[in-house]
């Protein structure tokens, strides 16, 4: 998952990106409101940590001008205003989730993955599919219940392809969601990552989908198991 962290305090945003990156997302950041917004504007994020006290151009005409301009990614604000009338601005022009000043990162890295499940329709931090287990609160990986080491980039690929299980994702959206800004983006090593994924889980669950994409689902001999169920109705043919 990407994600842009825009806050002017540079050891703020600093830490709040270090402990992002340390979760597994590739992370962006901004110090200004003018940047943010055209960063929000002309990238593609999975969600937004956006301070609403920026110089140039505030947090609040930020999140309204992006709202405005359709962009729907999720968007946790942080503020140090104590009233509660900034806080409903904040919801009323689009904000998803608000932080208040001073914090504790892990609340915010909670609020993150909360924003994300619900952008993506899942209830749990857990992600499954078949014997293969993605928690995102420890960025571990487990199949069978034995824990695979994955490099970061595989543990993101992985990570988007499961929070987005059952639909093709192409190799440019993978490229946009995968890689900060600043990294030499490569469509062709994204095939790379997906063969070194197969590897290591042992199941294949990553199903190329040929002039599309990949695809997360469970494996075909797996969901004919669950078809054949005593007393199921044999399937139909043609």
Known sequence: MRLLVVEDDRDLNRQIATALTQAGYAVD?????????????????????LDLGLPKKDGISVLKDWRDAGRAMPVLILTARDRWSDKVQGFDVGADDYVAKPFHIEEVLARIRALLRRATGHASNELTCGPVRLDTRSSRVL?????????????????YLMHHAGRVVSRSELVEHLYDQDFDRDSNTIEVFVGRLRKKLGIDIIQTVRGLGYVVAEPEAEQAGKG???????????
């Open 29 to 49: 950041r901004a110090y200004d409101g003018e940047e943010g917004w055209f960063l929000g504007d002309t990238e593609s994020y999975d969600a937004i940590v």
């Open 228 to 238: 054949d169920k005593p007393g199921a109705p044999a399937p139909k043919t043609s």
């Open 143 to 159: 199949v069978d219940g034995n824990q695979i080491k994955l490099t970061s980039h595989e543990y993101r690929l992985l990570a």
